[in-house]
């Protein structure tokens, strides 16, 4: 059974989400109700670097958290996405849209 796991941290103007294991739409319930209540109120930084596998729901929520971050003036940003990661957003044609980042020390 595929699994996920969230790791919750918090920063001076950010939350921080270290995901682990597979963002599926069988894992993505808890995560979509937090990304959509989170980036109303702060930037949000996804660590994807231990992220084992993802699906186009995957990709959705990070497509549409994105948006909604936007739309709220804070920003969602991905932490050193794993090599299915990056190729999953890279095939949306829409990677260069996305705030990549290496640390935490980049959020603005």
């Given at each position: 059974m595929d699994a996920l796991k969230v790791v919750e941290k918090f920063g001076a103007?950010?939350?921080l989400y270290e995901l682990v294991g597979v963002v599926n739409s069988y894992t993505l319930d808890e995560l979509k109700g937090k990304v959509y209540t989170i980036v109303v109120d702060s930037n949000l930084v996804l660590d994807l670097s231990s992220v084992e596998a993802i699906d186009s729901a995957g990709v959705g929520l990070i497509m549409g958290g994105f948006n909604e971050a936007e739309e709220f003036d804070h920003r969602l940003y991905i932490m050193n996405p794993s090599p299915v990661v990056r190729q999953a957003l890279?095939?949306?044609g829409f990677s260069d849209?996305?705030?990549f980042i290496h640390s935490v020390t980049e959020v603005i």
């Amino acid at each position: 059974m595929d699994a996920l796991k969230v790791v919750e941290k918090f920063g001076a103007n950010y939350v921080l989400y270290e995901l682990v294991g597979v963002v599926n739409s069988y894992t993505l319930d808890e995560l979509k109700g937090k990304v959509y209540t989170i980036v109303v109120d702060s930037n949000l930084v996804l660590d994807l670097s231990s992220v084992e596998a993802i699906d186009s729901a995957g990709v959705g929520l990070i497509m549409g958290g994105f948006n909604e971050a936007e739309e709220f003036d804070h920003r969602l940003y991905i932490m050193n996405p794993s090599p299915v990661v990056r190729q999953a957003l890279d095939d949306t044609g829409f990677s260069d849209t996305f705030y990549f980042i290496h640390s935490v020390t980049e959020v603005i």
